[in-house]
């Protein structure tokens, strides 16, 4: 069994910064992939970013150049540096972890004001 815990999401205001987290837990072989997808209200989930245990990352369009992911391999524990926060950002960010099967967590909400 695999669970992810999520943190760091809240509201700030456009310009801002956050940084989310993702620790995983249990029952952890050969991951592929972590990363962050969002989901704006009445809009399909989208994939934010994501890196490879090679150390490769992926990033969304409309996120290049603001947000950063990095992950601890010994913690198991995933990032998403947020900066130049924008209200188009406003979602709330889910965390996965992909290995012969993917991973998801609860959730995290953030809001963004204008």
């Known amino acids: 069994q695999v669970q992810l815990v999520e943190s760091g999401g809240g509201l700030v205001q456009a310009g801002g910064s956050l940084k989310l987290s993702c620790a995983a837990s249990g029952s952890i072989f050969s991951i592929v992939s972590m990363g962050w997808h969002r989901q704006a209200p009445g809009k399909q989930r989208e994939l934010v970013a994501y890196?490879?245990?090679?150390?490769?990352?992926n990033y969304a369009d409309s996120v290049k150049g603001r947000f950063t992911i990095s992950r601890d391999n010994a913690k198991n524990t995933v990032y998403l540096q947020m900066n130049s926060l924008k209200p188009e950002d406003t979602a709330v960010y889910y965390c996965y972890l992909r290995t012969y099967m993917t991973y998801w967590g609860q959730g995290t909400q953030v809001t963004i004001s204008s």
């Open positions: 890196i490879t245990s090679g150390d490769r990352t």
